[in-house]
């Protein structure tokens, strides 16, 4: 018994979680399609361009956005209308697995400090299908000088 368990431990190094054990030449093409996506949608607010990094479905996890590839076409209408001239710079992308990671400062109008925002995309076969965020605003003054981005 002892044996196998020095055994057992002895293989552990070599143990990969499925995230981790990604090609990086997909985790590259994830972010590639991630960042291709994100520009299309958010800056161009381009529906038609932007619909096809969808996969067959998509999951929304933003309590105040529609869930569903219509839903997202519906929230891009809304920023059309409301914020036509709203722009979001990726400051940092990060990809494991089948999940992207993008940190974003987010200007919807021109003038404003904007907002930091959090997003994280998972994918299938290279596809986007689903999505969580996390949105803060860039306050006037900070608790510190090291700044959002």
């Known amino acids: 018994m002892r044996s196998i368990i020095i055994g057992l431990i002895g293989i552990l190094p070599f143990v990969v979680s499925p995230a981790s054990a990604a090609e990086p030449a997909s985790e590259e093409a994830n972010k590639k399609a991630v ?9 161009r607010k381009d529906f038609d361009a932007a619909a096809k990094y969808f996969g067959p479905h998509y999951i929304q996890h933003n309590p105040t956005a529609p869930d569903g590839i219509e839903g997202f076409k519906t929230f891009l209408g809304f920023l059309k209308e409301k914020f036509p001239d709203s722009r979001s710079e990726i400051k940092r992308v990060f ?3 089948d999940y992207v990671i993008l940190h974003v400062h987010s200007v919807r109008e021109k003038g404003t400090r904007g907002r930091a925002i959090v997003d994280i995309f998972r994918l299938e076969n290279g596809k986007i299908v689903e999505h969580w965020d996390v949105i803060q605003e860039v306050p006037e003054k900070a608790a510190n000088t090291n700044g959002m981005f």
């Open 35 to 43: 960042l291709e996506f994100y520009d299309a949608a958010l800056n």
């Open 95 to 97: 990809a494991d697995g």
